[in-house]
């Protein structure tokens, strides 16, 4: 459904907010000589993982309805909408019903979350300090 779609839609800015205020905290905590361009590669896998759990933990359910809503006629369950599917699933499942397949999900897209940070934050460090 649209409804539950756009839900998920402030997934990456939530990650990407997260990403960057984990960065600002490491950098308060090793003090105020230390550069970006000196965190390790661990450090960044590290950031990426942990915004890429918060921002899934954050917008998972709305995945989990919208796959709900889409399936429900194979599955013998009907919907009424959004918020009957909601409490449907609160009722029958608790709250876990709303993360069921979270861990395997997160870690199908981890290896490539860490990739990509690792790759963005080496080109924007290569270009800070090779402009002119």
């Known amino acids: 459904g649209l409804v539950p779609g756009l839900l998920g839609v402030p997934h990456g800015g939530l ?3 997260a990403y960057e205020e984990m ?3 490491r950098l308060r905590i090793r003090g ?3 550069s970006v361009d000196k965190f390790s590669s661990f450090e960044y896998a590290a950031m990426s993982t942990s915004s890429k759990f918060f921002a899934l933990a954050v917008t998972y359910p709305s995945q989990v309805l ?3 809503m889409q399936q429900q006629r194979m599955v013998g369950e009907t919907y009424a909408g959004l918020g009957d599917a909601m409490v449907k699933i609160g009722r029958s499942e608790g709250l876990g019903g709303f ?3 979270f861990g395997p999900g997160l870690v ?3 290896p490539g979350n860490i990739i ?3 790759v963005y934050e080496n080109i924007a460090s290569y270009f800070r300090t090779h402009a002119h």
Do not use: C, D, E, I
């Open 99 to 101: 993360y069921k397949g």
């Open 15 to 17: 990650q990407f907010m």
């Open 66 to 68: 919208r796959s709900r």
């Open 32 to 34: 105020p000589n230390q």
């Open 116 to 118: 990509t940070f690792l």
């Open 108 to 110: 199908r897209v981890l």
């Open 23 to 25: 960065k600002k905290w």
